[in-house]
């Protein structure tokens, strides 16, 4: 019996082990982007996602690998992440600046763009509280029959407030009193017995 010539099977293309390894660090990279904060992870994970993807389109190009269209979809992957990731690290750097704007600077407040003064006069010993921009936030206790006063340049205007509160309320004794006033120009004032607030929104 004679058998048919032995016909040696196909060679096969190796898999594309670098393309897809890329595009599930690009796909899982590109889901972390998305989420604030914790997307500093995608950093790492889009950035070698974007390599071994064009390696591995590289290789199915040259014929030395398959499965080029999922190394493909690694390099789009990693390459949208990538751009959030960037976008991401734009927006939070825009709001550490105008934080640093808006909070008062320690320097000299007349060489800042604008002055905002606030007084308080209290008719028994108190509480102050006083606040200024987003990071500032100070107590402190002012005697009776006294007059604080605190200047504050800021390079953009921000919330503020001035609250006065009594440390034991005497029904008999004056009433507290707060004002803002910004770039010359009260915004606020307030006078009470129990509480006195002021709040200016820098608007």
């Not at 082990?17 to 992870?41: E, K, M, N, S, Y």
């Not at 493909?72 to 992957?77: E, F, P, Q, R, Y």
């Not at 034991?168 to 004002?179: G, L, M, Y």
């Not at 120009?185 to 006195?196: R, T």
């Amino acid at each position: 019996m004679t058998h048919p010539p032995y016909a040696p099977p196909a060679h096969a293309q190796p898999k594309n082990g670098l393309g897809t390894a890329g595009f599930v660090l690009g796909l899982v990279g590109l889901v972390f982007a998305f989420i604030p904060l914790v997307g500093v992870v995608a950093w790492p994970l889009v950035i070698i996602g974007l390599i071994l993807s064009i390696v591995g389109v590289s290789r199915a190009t040259k014929g030395a690998a398959t499965n080029k269209g999922l190394a493909v979809a690694g390099v789009v992957c990693s390459a949208v992440g990538l751009v959030i990731c960037i976008l991401w690290t734009a927006v939070f750097g825009a709001a550490v600046d105008k934080v640093n704007d808006s909070t008062p600077t320690s320097g000299d407040p007349a060489a800042a763009a604008h002055q905002i003064l606030l007084e308080v006069t209290t008719g028994q010993r108190s509480n102050l509280n006083w606040t200024s921009g987003l990071s500032v936030n100070n107590q402190e206790i002012v005697e009776a029959g006294q007059t604080w006063s605190k200047t504050l340049g800021v390079e953009e205007l921000g919330f503020t407030s001035v609250t006065v509160t009594p440390v034991t309320t005497d029904v008999n004794a004056r009433p507290n009193s707060c004002k803002i006033t910004v770039d010359g120009k009260p915004v606020a004032e307030n006078s009470n017995l129990v509480a006195a607030i002021c709040s200016y929104t820098g608007h």
